[in-house]
């Protein structure tokens, strides 16, 4: 059975989406405006969330993208794009995979929802703010590991930096890349010049009905 991917351009569903082109798995693409609850109400019978991504594979049913990215390495037997079990890094894999979303993603959320997608009256600068300086101290880790190294783990090329390069692509999109440290934004030049990243990065652009303004300096 083919792999279904339900997608919103520049969402959390790039993350899977990159993932698949890396792994030259076959999949159907189902892109949505944003946001799909409100816009493609007839999604809510596929995933009561209506949120993006939703991945089906037979009778498996993922809304997380991080999540979606295992599950893909493991059920695909992908391990050129993981970490085994049984290596010392594996600890520190995972932990990449979950900061990602927990850590780094979210707070780019409330930047999106008070400066962009809430009506002019309920947007806030102060929150805008206050999340971005969350977000940039907390590429902390990110930052010190990639003096040491060109990639988050192993040193070779992961879905943990599909992940975490998601969250600085959007960072980027919202005119936060000028603060990034020297590595850091080298390492998300190379993330973004991957011949799979440049095939699937503008899909879905065209019904997008929506576009990331970077935030005022």
């Not at 919103?8 to 993932?19: D, E, P, Q």
């Not at 944003?34 to 594979?57: S, W």
């Not at 997608?117 to 930052?143: A, G, T």
Request: glycine residues 4%.
């Amino acid at each position: 059975m083919t792999i279904k991917l339900w997608h919103c351009h520049n969402t959390r569903s790039l993350r899977v989406l990159w993932a698949l082109e890396e792994m030259q798995l076959p999949y159907e693409l189902h892109c949505l405006p944003f946001p799909p609850r409100v816009l493609a109400k007839e999604y809510l019978a596929l995933n009561p969330l209506g949120t993006v991504p939703l991945l089906i594979d037979d009778n498996t049913n993922l809304t997380e993208s991080s999540a979606m990215l295992l599950y893909l390495v493991e059920h695909y037997n992908q391990g050129h794009f993981g970490v085994e079990n049984s290596n010392k890094n594996y600890g520190d894999y995972l932990n990449w995979l979950f900061q990602s979303d927990a850590t780094l993603t979210f707070p780019q959320t409330l930047l999106l929802r008070y400066s962009q997608f809430e009506p002019k009256n309920r947007q806030n600068s102060q929150i805008v703010q206050d999340y971005k300086i969350w977000f940039l101290s907390r590429l902390k880790m990110v930052n010190q590991r990639l003096i040491e190294q060109e990639y988050l783990v192993n040193n070779r090329f992961t879905i943990a930096d599909i992940a975490v390069g998601y969250a600085l692509y959007l960072g980027e999109l919202l005119g936060l890349a000028s603060n990034y440290q020297p590595q850091t934004l080298t390492y998300l030049q190379r993330l973004k010049s991957r011949s799979a990243f440049q095939r699937c990065v503008k899909l879905g652009a065209d019904i997008a009905n929506y576009s990331i303004t970077p935030l005022e300096k």
